[in-house]
């Protein structure tokens, strides 16, 4: 019945992806050396999934592997050198200045990235600026459409008001 469970309830899944407890990984590795079905299910399943992690597995960018295998060989410079120095102790080679161990990675991405809480305060000014702007539109075509208007009605008005003899216009 202990067997069974084992089978039903992931632990053997757990135990590969190395997710079990401790108590749990000494009561699989026991189970191995004195139950067949176990280790023979467990082998299935290690097959299993390493079938199905292989048929999903994206390969990696080309300019990461040249990155690390620059740091590779970088780290294999100094391995060497240190171990001239104490085979023959010779003074070191000047090293470079130490960098943080990062691999650079270079990411051909369009898209400006923005901190989730900053998103609706940059959504507000865009959509602010946007209304703004089309209310600098309206009044500036209010005001151009006003002053034609009043130039058009101070022509008409001269037109119309009669020049009194003793005045010149």
């Avoid at 039903?8 to 757990?14: A, F, K, M, R, Y």
């Avoid at 189970?31 to 990696?60: C, K, R, W, Y």
């Amino acid at each position: 019945m202990k067997n069974y469970q084992y089978l039903t309830d992931g632990i053997l899944e757990s135990y590969l992806l190395g997710l079990a407890s401790d108590d749990e990984k000494q009561e699989v590795e026991r189970l191995l050396t004195t139950d067949p079905d176990i280790l023979s299910q467990l082998e299935e399943l290690e097959t299993e999934m390493e079938q199905h992690f292989m048929s999903n597995a994206v390969p990696p960018p080309p300019a990461l592997r040249t990155a690390i295998f620059e740091q590779i060989n970088k780290t294999e410079l100094k391995k060497r050198e240190q171990e001239d120095y104490t085979r023959f102790k010779r003074r070191p080679v000047e090293e470079e200045p130490a960098k943080p161990n990062y691999i650079d990675v270079e990411v051909d991405d369009t898209h400006i990235r923005v901190h989730k809480y900053w998103r609706p305060a940059f959504i507000a000014v865009f959509v602010l600026s946007k209304i703004f702007l089309i209310l600098g539109l309206y009044y500036y075509f209010k005001t151009n459409s006003l002053e034609q208007e009043i130039t058009r009605l101070k022509a008409a008005t001269e037109q119309t008001t009669p020049v009194s003899p003793g005045r010149t216009p």
